[in-house]
């Protein structure tokens, strides 16, 4: 103690706001919220974790950790885990929706065309993102899967069903239920995917198989005269 009206030391009055300083920072939250735009941010962390780690390594406690926010910040965008999976889900089918529709839309209309470079779309993005296309799928069909997903996803397969019902009503395709011959095509790319190695089935790139398989696709989906 010092008298009344004493000067203190210089090194005992920083000492005592050194105290003060740590005692206010373990008073305040360690990761305040304070973040430009983080459902993006969480996103874009989760679809890197999916990738590297799968599903099971995605944890919200975790991703926050990582961005440097707050473990209850998560819970403004995302109210658990599989509210995340199921945004990351729609996103995919959005992405994917927009690499068919370019895939449809480029060059001639004829059918074979067109589903040539659909089922070569459809291979790509499999190849580039094999963790998301598997939730993607995964998600949809959970029975308790949420709207906006169920709706991303038939817009993004909406492409391939056009793609057949044009090519039925030029004289292309044999008659039948266009989502279930469009599910045929893109079943025989998944198995062609399933059995592949590093882009290659028995030394074969796969996209020279993928065109192969679409033209037999296309010669069996031919009306018979």
Do not use: W
């Not at 590297?52 to 995302?78: A, D, K």
């Not at 040539?116 to 993102?129: D, N």
């Not at 998301?132 to 169920?150: I, Q, S, Y």
């Amino acid at each position: 103690m010092y008298p009344s009206g004493t000067m203190l030391p210089l090194e005992t009055i920083l000492q005592y706001i050194g105290q003060r300083c740590k005692m206010l920072k373990m008073k305040a939250s360690p990761r305040p919220y304070h973040h430009g735009n983080l459902r993006e941010a969480l996103l874009r962390a989760a679809e890197k974790a999916l990738a590297t780690g799968g599903v099971q390594s995605i944890s919200l406690r975790e991703l926050s950790r990582e961005l440097g926010v707050s473990h209850t910040s998560p819970r403004r965008h995302f109210a658990g885990k599989q509210a995340l999976l199921d945004a990351l889900a729609v996103r995919g089918f959005e992405r994917f929706d927009l690499a068919l529709s370019r895939a449809s839309e480029e060059g001639t209309k004829d059918f074979k065309t067109r589903l040539t470079k659909l089922t070569r779309a459809y291979v790509s993005f499999a190849l580039k993102h094999p963790a998301l296309l598997g939730l993607m799928f995964d998600a949809k069909h959970r029975v308790d899967a949420p709207p906006e997903l169920l709706e991303a996803s038939e817009k993004a397969f909406g492409h391939a069903r056009a793609a057949f019902v044009e090519g039925q009503a030029n004289g292309e395709v044999v008659p039948g239920d266009p989502a279930r011959l469009s599910l045929i095509a893109f079943a025989a790319m998944q198995g062609l995917i399933v059995l592949s190695t590093k882009g290659k089935v028995k030394g074969i790139p796969i996209y020279t198989l993928v065109g192969e398989i679409a033209e037999r696709i296309i010669l069996g989906l031919r009306p018979r005269s």
